[in-house]
């Protein structure tokens, strides 16, 4: 496969919801085998297909919740899979969609890409990093200003953050 260059899509959703839900015991759970393709230098990216439909009525194309699915149901949840979690829904996904050599951050490219709240990858996938800005093509899509978390008076905020 890797000498072939095929690249593997898993929509973990999906599978894990479709995949043997009119089996009986044992139940099947169908997921594309991606820590194994992975760990075999095959190029594996997550997607999701199904939004607000019958296949997948939770559906809502946000790529950080699949990727969280994932990488849970693929049990990859070392400090390795984390620091390479992200490529799973962006660099890998433009190598499946053959874009990877318009994609990125370079003089020349198309100036496309989406910026996430999050100190580095980890808090990204801990928090669920919301998108605070779109640009594609170089304009502005869409922005949003970081969510900012308050705590009353009355706690002690110190102490919390200890």
């Known amino acids: 496969m890797k000498n072939a260059g095929i690249n593997f899509i898993s929509c973990p959703t999906e599978s894990i919801h479709l995949q043997g839900r009119f089996d009986t015991y044992p139940k099947r759970r169908g997921l594309t085998r991606v820590k194994e393709l992975n760990e075999a230098g095959i190029n594996v990216c997550f997607g999701e297909d199904s939004i607000f439909d019958p296949w997948y009525s ?75 800005l779109s640009v594609r093509r170089g304009e502005v899509i869409m922005r ?14 110190e102490r919390i953050n200890r």
Request: glycine share 10%.
């Open 58 to 132: 939770l559906g809502n194309g946000k790529l950080l919740r699949t990727l969280d699915f994932g990488l849970h149901i693929c049990q990859m949840m070392g400090y390795q899979d984390f620091s390479q979690a992200l490529d799973l829904i962006t660099d890998n996904s433009a190598r499946t969609l053959n874009i990877h050599n318009h994609y990125g951050i370079e003089v020349g490219k198309p100036g496309s890409f989406i910026l996430l709240d999050g100190e580095d990858d980890y808090s990204v996938l801990r928090n669920q990093g919301e998108v605070l």
């Open 144 to 157: 949003r200003e970081p969510t900012r978390v308050t705590t009353p008076n009355w706690i002690d905020s």
